[in-house]
């Protein structure tokens, strides 16, 4: 059986209807997020494909247009 892709996030997260804190680490088969940081090398190969490349560049349109750059 293939390695099941382990994450840990950097911010609270909402998956597959249970709410997870910062810091929590998780198992997780779809397309890795951008706050999804691997945590083995089935998470790293998942961040490493095209959709995972994409999401990894995410901007939050409100954390965007909140944003203050001193």
């Known amino acids: 059986m293939p390695e ?5 996030l950097t911010e609270k997260a909402y998956i597959d209807d249970v709410l997870y804190e910062p810091d929590a680490v998780i198992k997780f088969d779809g397309i890795p997020s951008h706050y999804m940081l ?6 790293k190969a998942a961040k490493n494909t095209p959709e995972g490349k994409k999401a990894a560049k995410f901007l939050d349109p409100i954390l965007a247009m909140t944003a203050v750059n001193g």
Do not use: D, G, I, S
């Open 4 to 8: 099941q892709a382990q994450y840990k």
């Open 38 to 43: 691997p945590v083995n090398e089935a998470a």
